[in-house]
């Protein structure tokens, strides 16, 4: 069995989001770079897969050359091979990158049978790449899954997939090659080994340069939310801090 695993580079942002005065692109000077939540496990799916059935894994991600670190992150989880569709650093949209993906599959980097996505993407959560994929290489589809299994009662081939709605559970069975994406939960991601870190630092990583795909779709604007500022209120201290506990208390309905 071999898997494509489409990922993306995000920034770590686990402080004050900064926006760049154009309103354009967020400030990463100070964050880091990681793989969204959702396609480290989708990279961990694929590799628990080709360990049941045989196969290998294949990673790819359209960004800048810095976007070979990610990509090596992944292959130190255990995927076999490298792709890394190289951009000038542009923000493409979900149309281009979905269109760039396509072309790769069918310029001969295909035989794939099954295409594994995360969900939506830690930054932008677009939820379309995925889909616009399947829909233009005539695959069947679905998202938000949150297990995954290899059948033959559907043919030769064929996945079963699962995902939580409501209170209940949903099953797809789906004839392979497929596009699916997942979420996280699906899985808890391993942490790699001193051995696959090393192997990963060794690997050729094939590089492919796509030509810029301007699309429909523009962005106006970044805008950060506004926040409520809340300031801790001091009752009191000791004793004197009672009757004021007591009041608050009963205001909100704890005391009857």
Not at 72 to 91: F, I, N, P, Y
Not at 208 to 221: A, D, H, I, V
């Amino acid at each position: 069995m071999q898997i494509l695993v489409c990922v993306k580079r995000v920034p770590m942002v686990g402080g004050k989001i900064v926006i760049l005065p154009n309103g354009q692109e967020l400030d990463t000077h100070m964050s880091g770079f990681t793989v969204s939540p959702h396609e480290e496990c989708a990279v961990e799916e694929a590799v628990r897969l080709t360990e049941r059935y045989g196969g290998g894994v294949t990673v790819l991600t359209l960004g800048p050359a810095e976007a070979a670190d990610q990509l090596r992150d992944m292959l130190a989880l255990g995927a076999s091979r490298a792709v890394l569709l190289e951009t000038d650093g542009r923000e493409w949209g979900p149309v281009a990158t979905a269109r760039a993906i396509v072309d790769a599959i069918r310029g001969g980097d295909g035989g794939y049978d099954l295409l594994l996505f995360g969900n939506e993407s830690a930054d932008t959560g677009g939820y379309q790449v995925p889909v616009r994929v399947a829909h233009a290489l005539g695959l069947p589809c679905v998202t938000g899954i949150k297990g995954i299994e290899i059948t033959e009662s559907g043919g030769p081939g064929a996945a079963r997939a699962r995902r939580e709605y409501g209170s209940t559970e949903e099953a797809f069975e789906l004839p392979l090659p497929a596009v699916i994406s997942v979420k996280e939960g699906i899985n808890l991601p391993r942490y790699p080994s001193l051995p696959g870190r090393l192997r990963a630092k060794r690997a050729v990583i094939e590089r492919f340069t796509p030509q810029w795909q301007p699309e429909g779709l523009s962005r106006l604007g970044l805008r950060v939310p506004a926040t409520e500022r809340r300031q801790a209120e001091i009752l009191g201290t000791g004793t004197d801090a009672v009757p004021a506990l007591l009041a608050l208390l009963s205001e909100l309905g704890v005391l009857k």
